[in-house]
């Protein structure tokens, strides 16, 4: 083969590739919040979400710039918007949601933290219904450490007599 049609060969390929990028990018729907907002942190374990709401908005929610239908299965999506719909809220408030750390529930749970926290500062009076559900409440248990001498946190080796 000569050095020629090896650069044809090569060049066709990356023609390819960046006509697919191209398409993979106007595909990908970029949606900006804009307004005033009310910023919260929400904590479970070792995750922490930082939650602003947008009030006036059309019931949008991003969580980590993707739609949080994408970033969560059912459960944990519902989980996240409890107090949202509970206020029945959830249609005309946008939310913007960075999380990290933790699993899955441990994140969605975080975001119903900071979602109540924000929906507190913008609105005193709603205290009572946060309250009693117990989403104003940081839920702080985490895994125990290690302990040296043992093989977990409690659990020690077998013991014995002799």
Same mark, same amino acid.
């Given at each position: 083969?000569?050095?020629?049609?090896?650069?044809?060969?090569?060049?066709?390929?990356?023609?390819?590739?960046?006509?697919?990028?191209?398409?993979?990018?106007?595909?990908?729907?970029?949606?900006?919040?804009?307004?005033?907002?009310?910023?919260?942190?929400?904590?479970?374990?070792?995750?922490?979400?930082?939650?602003?709401?947008?009030?006036?908005?059309?019931?949008?929610?991003?969580?980590?710039? $993707? @739609?949080?239908?994408?970033?969560?299965? !059912?459960?944990?999506?519902?989980? %996240?918007? /409890?107090?949202? &719909?509970?206020?029945?809220?959830?249609?005309?408030?946008?939310?913007?949601?960075?999380?990290?750390?933790?699993?899955?529930?441990?994140?969605?749970?975080?975001?119903?933290?900071?979602?109540?926290?924000?929906?507190?500062?913008?609105?005193?009076?709603?205290?009572?219904?946060?309250?009693?559900?117990?989403?104003?409440?940081?839920?702080?248990? $985490? @895994?125990?450490?290690?302990?040296?001498? !043992?093989?977990?946190?409690?659990? %020690?080796? /077998?013991?014995? &007599?002799?």
């Amino acid at each position: 083969m000569s050095t020629e049609t090896k650069t044809k060969k090569v060049t066709e390929k990356e023609e390819v590739k960046t006509k697919e990028v191209k398409k993979v990018k106007e595909t990908k729907e970029e949606i900006k919040f804009s307004g005033k907002y009310v910023k919260a942190v929400g904590r479970r374990k070792t995750a922490a979400a930082q939650v602003r709401l947008y009030f006036k908005g059309k019931g949008q929610v991003l969580v980590n710039d $993707k @739609k949080i239908k994408d970033f969560f299965q !059912l459960d944990n999506h519902n989980i %996240a918007l /409890q107090p949202l &719909k509970e206020l029945s809220l959830n249609k005309d408030v946008d939310v913007s949601i960075i999380v990290k750390g933790g699993g899955v529930k441990a994140q969605a749970e975080a975001i119903r933290h900071g979602i109540s926290r924000a929906l507190l500062i913008n609105d005193e009076t709603l205290r009572d219904t946060l309250k009693v559900h117990g989403w104003l409440t940081r839920d702080s248990r $985490k @895994k125990e450490r290690k302990k040296p001498g !043992l093989k977990k946190a409690r659990k %020690a080796p /077998q013991w014995s &007599k002799r």
